[in-house]
Structure formats: structure tokens, C-alpha cells
């Protein structure tokens, strides 16, 4: 399945399929890339980063892909469990006191 | 290692109360942060702190004010509450000297939920 951040902010997918979260960042100055997750009645969690220099990371299970020629990140999870179900947040770091969150997509997963 | 605590989890206050909300890091972190989160609009940062002693504003600072007397605490107030004010409140942690970059990221805590009647 496929979001696009604030356009359509749910997403449900079946479990062992792969999610695809989108965003779009609103400076083109960022430099710096975040991903949270926030599960019910707790803080964002940090999943992964991205600097502007790197337009792919990967980390456990989870990939970040950042295109800077039309201000997008995306966020893809492989093979989504149960315990995936969150909002995703991604925000954008131009320096200390400047980063910006979006509102966030909410991820369903169904058994 | 606790990371970031915040106290009280909840809170009710009337209309013109104060209180002051709690945040300790146990990070070393030099950087910290006050946000508020409300249905459908994301975090939006409240006041930052770029080391001891230290306060800034951030995007929506009016009706609250905070200190940073010690490293490890940040403390957020509300002198006269506002039912505009009910949201639930974020404190985060970032950054350690010694780290080649500025940039690392925000380390939060579980939450204060407030609700001003």
C-alpha cells in the first residue's frame, strides 16, 4: 500500500505485505531527515535518519528514500507485522530549534 | 537508563490556574525541547533550549514560559491557563558534544495530557 502523508492519512495494509508511507517536505534548505513512530498514549521513536547528501538508507526492515528535486521522503517497511500499527511522523531539520513535523499517516495492519 | 521523564503524565486545571511541567533527560543531551500535539495539526514546538542556562522561542511560544537552570531539566509554564491550551505536551532530547554533527535526533518522553476547563 501507498500514502501520501497529509493527502490521505491512513493506511492499511495485510500483514507480511510491504507499506510505503510518503511525505513532502516543505524546505528545500533541510539538510537533515527523521522518522518517527508513535504508538498509542506514548512519545514519537526514532526509526531512522537521512542527510541531504544520501538519497537512500536502509535500516532494520526499513528503508528511507529521499528525493530532493520535488521535496519527498518515503518511508517503506518490509513485510509489516502487527506490531507496525502507529502513526508515522516524518520531519525535517534545517537546525536546532527549526524541525518540522508533518501530521502524520496512521498505519493499520490487518492479520 | 530512563532517557526522557516527564511529570506529571496528567493534569486538570480550571481557567486562569498555573503549573509547571516537568522534564528530566539523563542523556548528557545539550539540546531540549517543549512541544504540544493536537488532533490533526503534528507537533509544533512550544520553546527550546540550546544548553544550561539558555531559552528560545519556538513556533508557538505565547502563554508559556520555561527555564533551563540545570543540564538535565527543562521546565515549562503556564501562568494563567487557557482552555486553548489543552493538548498533550512533548519533551525531547537531542544532541551530545563529542558528536561531529548538530543534527541527531529528538529524543522523546512519554507525554503530559492536559485539559483546561
Known amino acids: 500500500g501507498e500514502s501520501v502523508g497529509l493527502h490521505l492519512p491512513t493506511l492499511s495494509v495485510q500483514e507480511g505485505d510491504n507499506s510505503i508511507i510518503n511525505c513532502a517536505y516543505s524546505n528545500s534548505a533541510s539538510d537533515y531527515f527523521i522518522w518517527y513512530k508513535q504508538e498509542s498514549g506514548k512519545g514519537p521513536q526514532f526509526i531512522i535518519d537521512i542527510r541531504s547528501n544520501m538519497d537512500k538508507r536502509q535500516g532494520q526492515r526499513v528503508t528511507v528514500l529521499l528525493n530532493k528535486t520535488v521535496k519527498h521522503l518515503s518511508l517503506q517497511i518490509a513485510a509489516t507485522q502487527p506490531g507496525d500499527s502507529a502513526v508515522y511522523f516524518c520531519a525535517e531539520n534545517i537546525w536546532v530549534g527549526d524541525m518540522r513535523f508533518g501530521a502524520g499517516t496512521r498505519l493499520t495492519v490487518k492479520p | 537508563n530512563a532517557g526522557v521523564t516527564q511529570t506529571p503524565k496528567f493534569r486538570v486545571l480550571k481557567t486562569g490556574q498555573s503549573m509547571t511541567l516537568l522534564c528530566a533527560q539523563d542523556?548528557?543531551?545539550?539540546?531540549m525541547y517543549w512541544y504540544r500535539q493536537d488532533p490533526g495539526m503534528g507537533l509544533r514546538l512550544i520553546h527550546y533550549?540550546?544548553?544550561?542556562?539558555?531559552?528560545a522561542k519556538g513556533e508557538v511560544p505565547d502563554g508559556y514560559n520555561v527555564s533551563r537552570l540545570k543540564k538535565q531539566n527543562f521546565l515549562l509554564g503556564l501562568e494563567s491557563a487557557a482552555p486553548s491550551q489543552t493538548s498533550v505536551y512533548f519533551c525531547?532530547?537531542?544532541?551530545?558534544?563529542?558528536?561531529?554533527?548538530?543534527?541527531?535526533?529528538?529524543?522523546f518522553g512519554n507525554g503530559t495530557r492536559l485539559t483546561v476547563t
Open positions: 533550549s540550546v544548553g544550561e542556562g539558555t531559552t
Open positions: 525531547a532530547s537531542s544532541y551530545s558534544r563529542g558528536h561531529s554533527s548538530y543534527n541527531s535526533p529528538l529524543h
Open positions: 542523556m548528557n543531551h545539550e539540546y
